[in-house]
């Protein structure tokens, strides 16, 4: 927990909610900077480990929340209702960000109980509950559904989307014609960072993966392809950079995916400070998730650094990856079809640098840090302006 009370700011008063210190800084850092420059007091409650400094240093106030990010227990969920409750009554906010569906649902049960208050509910893809079509899973999204619309029925809730597929499908969910909802796609890429890259002059193309390892973010399937790739004679090297994420139900362990990429052209890096390090050396992005995506910040990131893409046709992924211009979409889960689009690129230079122009140039039309900051920012006043309770 914070020491001292809120400070007083022109704007108003910003809390996020995000289960990890490490994806707040890394997807929500530049929005918190931009509503701080906008006049906003800014807080974020999530779990503390290694980027206290750097969110502290940006002029965002921490506030200590345990999620349990793995847990399906309900009391873990109760738990963290009670401490959002708890934040709400001391730091009052003008508006309440919720990033991710965890703090979204922990929101829900957490304002049940209190007065009319504005807040957004961010989805950064639908994830793990929303691919699949086991039994305990549909019965969960119809819950959360409820949980969505009961919310909007007593308080001031937008619902911010990163793509139009889970747009659809969680407003359809919550079963109210009247909820607000917009779309905005994700967190944005910093253009001055993230610059068009030279051509990496590999004598064999490199593909790099970029994201946790997990199953259903299909690093499984990547291997296999690169397996497959071996067996056909094609050159190649795949690189992985991210790291395990034992919190997650879809993680892949250390001596798991040791084993996985044994014997395989496959390196794992491990966690990367500067993902534009790995840019420089891969000649294309590959993401082949299995679902659950808001719009993969690795995609923008790459295609930004005028790298060509492979993507699943999934939700997310397809707002980037355009079929034939800036990379090539198969179908997920698919190990076969991805061999089929790497060993395309594979043997056309020329195709996939032509690609990654365009990826780059779609990126600083739609994706922009800039652009998206703005979208939200302009989304904050027009809340305000409203009359819903908070402080303001």
């Known amino acids: 927990m914070r020491d001292g009370a809120p400070a007083r700011a022109t704007g108003g008063r910003i809390l996020f909610l995000a289960t990890e210190d490490w994806y707040f800084a890394g997807h929500r850092l530049g929005l918190a900077r931009a509503a701080l420059d906008a006049g906003y007091d800014v807080s974020v409650a999530t779990r503390v480990r290694a980027h206290a400094r750097v969110i502290g240093d940006a002029g965002v106030r921490l506030l200590t929340l345990e999620w349990a990010r793995r847990s399906l227990n309900p009391l873990r969920l109760f738990h963290e209702a009670q401490a959002i409750r708890d934040f709400v009554d001391s730091e009052k906010p003008s508006i309440i960000h919720c990033v991710s569906l965890r703090t979204i649902v922990a929101a829900c049960l957490g304002l049940r109980r209190l007065p009319r208050q504005r807040a957004v509910f961010a989805f950064t893809g639908l994830g793990y509950l929303f691919v699949g079509r086991a039994v305990w899973k549909r019965l969960a999204r119809r819950a959360i559904g409820r949980l969505i619309g009961d919310a909007a029925g007593r308080h001031d809730v937008v619902l911010l989307f990163e793509n139009d597929d889970d747009r659809a499908r969680i407003v359809s969910l919550a079963g109210r014609a009247d909820i607000a909802a917009e779309t905005n796609p994700g967190s944005g890429v910093d253009m001055q960072r993230f610059a068009i890259l030279p051509a990496t002059g590999n004598d064999a193309p490199v593909f790099a993966f970029a994201g946790r390892m997990l199953r259903i973010k299909g690093v499984g399937e990547l291997i296999a392809a690169s397996r497959e790739l071996t067996a056909r004679g094609v050159a190649h090297e795949v690189v992985l950079a991210g790291g395990i994420d034992p919190d997650n139900r879809s993680g892949i362990g250390e001596r798991e995916l040791v084993a996985m990429m044994f014997g395989a052209p496959v390196r794992w890096l491990g966690p ?121």
């Open 272 to 392: 990367v400070d500067d993902i534009r390090g790995v840019w420089a050396r891969a000649d294309v992005c590959v993401a082949p998730s299995h679902g659950g995506e808001g719009v993969p910040l690795s995609l923008v990131e790459a295609a930004a650094c005028g790298r060509a893409l492979i993507a699943s046709d999934v939700a997310g992924c397809r707002d980037v990856v355009i079929g034939g211009e800036t990379g090539v979409l198969v179908a997920p889960g698919d190990a076969a079809a991805l061999a089929d689009a790497m060993q395309r690129f594979a043997g056309d230079e020329a195709e996939r640098v032509a690609m990654g122009r365009r990826a780059a140039a779609l990126v600083r039309e739609k994706f922009s840090r800039e652009t998206v900051n703005a979208r939200t920012l302009a989304l904050y006043r027009r809340m305000l302006g409203g009359n819903a309770g908070g402080s303001a």
